[in-house]
């Protein structure tokens, strides 16, 4: 079973911080070995969202318990939601601290009880109306943008003929693969689509790489979504993400094309 | 817990209307121009609208969900940096059996992000959704099944590596 104290430096001489998430390290001990290691605590920088950030190391680390002097109530009831105790009030060197909390000196009558039953998920009414309230609050932010998109759709659908896309395809196998890949990235809609425009041009003669870069880059790159991607995921993860797929597209159909090759003769 | 995200998450009201605002000018332009081709393209967008209404009440549900039983701990710890082969499972997964057009699903991967998370798991979510297990008899009736399998399997293969490449450049690792 592990611990975490909250300590001023990275070792079992160190003093117990007075704040949890933003103390300088936690020093996880193990209480069947007696190992001990110190983890720079993330949150030490003190800037919005330290605390959670401790959080979030305490749990990945699969502590028991965090012994500190003072941890907010917000970041308390994290834990706790994940069934880590959380024992306050607490000063001195981490040895000392360690050694009350194996004697059991640090935990007080019931308090084991009281830590369950927080654990417990309590879901009445007030929690599901705050859930539904934050869900429509999280929608809402984004649904300008999916309108948005939605719009920009139906000016594509309209203004781009599949008749037009097809006589661009020239026969040049390295170009009609990224013009594929190109054209899947524009296109938007339902798969379905993909498969119906990459069997019409299967049967102009366009290429089977071009077909499945298009058919990649329909579901993996969306620049008509674009907007809407970057209001939700960041615009470096968003622009990022886009390239890499198209990128991958022609590498993928490549192989997919030369296997099935292999496979089929 | 999400109410208090969504108060220093909140972008002012301009930036959130530029973008439809600027494709209703497009539509005034084109209503000026070809009132019949925007009519088309209008009751076009009608379709896809009513088409994603199932998907969107879909996310809808699993974010009331995962906002009243998820913790934002747990998901750091599942979905997370360093989450690991769970996450990288769970994430390719969801994105395998997950439906819809992929902005109804926007909205869901916003809230997991500011939850804590990875980029990774999100990159290989987002990546997975080019398998869709509903519509694979179309595609084999289109190309065969031996062309369906390679393309198939090559892409999970290729939305790991995806996945780390892109938590790498973002700098988590």
């Known amino acids: ?47 919005r969202g330290a605390g959670m950030q401790a959080v979030v190391l305490a749990v990945r680390e699969d502590v028991k318990s965090v012994l500190t002097g003072y941890c907010s109530p917000p970041v308390r009831g994290q834990l706790m939601a994940n069934g880590i105790e959380v024992l306050t009030g607490l000063g001195g060197r981490v040895q000392e601290v360690v050694e009350k909390y194996k004697r059991g000196d640090l935990l007080k009558p019931g308090e084991d009880e009281v830590n369950r039953r927080s654990r417990e998920i309590k879901i009445d009414r007030v929690t599901f109306v705050q859930a539904v309230k934050s869900s429509a609050s999280q929608f809402s932010t984004l649904l300008p943008a999916v309108v948005g998109v939605i719009l920009l759709i139906g000016l594509f659908n309209t203004f781009v003929s599949k008749e037009s896309l097809i006589s ?3 026969g040049n196998l390295g170009l009609d693969t990224l013009w594929g890949a190109c054209f899947g990235s524009v296109l938007a809609g339902n798969p379905i689509n993909s498969y119906v425009i990459g069997g019409e041009l299967l049967r102009h003669g366009v290429s089977l790489f071009a077909v499945t870069a298009l058919i990649i880059t329909w579901v993996t ?6 907007p809407a991607e970057i209001a939700a995921l960041g615009r470096r993860f968003a622009l990022l993400r886009n390239t890499i797929c198209f990128i991958l597209s022609i590498p993928i159909a490549i192989f997919t094309v030369v296997i099935l090759n292999l496979v089929m003769r | 817990m999400a109410g208090s995200q969504k108060s220093k998450n909140r ?3 301009t930036r959130i209307v530029l973008f439809p605002a600027f494709i209703l000018a497009i ?28 998907p969107l009440a ?21 979905l997370g940096k360093g989450a690991g082969i769970k996450g990288i499972t769970l994430s390719a997964a969801a994105g395998i059996i997950s439906m819809g057009p992929i902005y109804a699903w926007y909205p869901l991967l916003k809230k997991l992000r500011e939850e804590g998370a990875g980029n990774a798991p999100i990159a290989i979510f987002l990546y997975n959704r080019a398998v869709k297990p509903f519509l694979l008899p179309v595609m084999i009736a289109y190309f065969g099944w031996p062309y369906v399998a390679i393309l198939t399997a090559l892409t999970v293969l290729v939305s790991m590596a995806f996945g780390y490449s892109m938590s790498v450049i973002m700098g988590e690792e």
Do not use: C, H
């Open chain 1, 1 to 47: 079973m592990k611990i975490a104290i909250a300590a001023d430096g990275a070792d079992l001489q160190s003093r117990v911080a007075n704040r949890f998430g933003t103390s300088q390290y936690l020093v996880i001990v193990d209480l069947e070995t007696g190992y001990f290691e110190a983890v720079p605590n993330p949150g030490f920088s003190g800037q």
């Open chain 1, 168 to 170: 661009i395809f020239s």
């Open chain 1, 221 to 226: 790159v969306g620049l008509v979504q674009l």
């Open chain 2, 11 to 13: 972008k002012p009201l």
């Open chain 2, 27 to 54: 539509y005034g332009i084109a209503f000026a121009i070809s009132p019949d081709k925007a009519f088309t393209a209008l009751m076009s967008s009608g379709n896809v609208f009513f088409t994603i209404v199932k």
């Open chain 2, 58 to 78: 879909l996310v809808f549900v699993v974010m009331v969900i995962l906002n009243v039983v998820v913790k934002p701990a747990q998901i750091a710890r599942f």
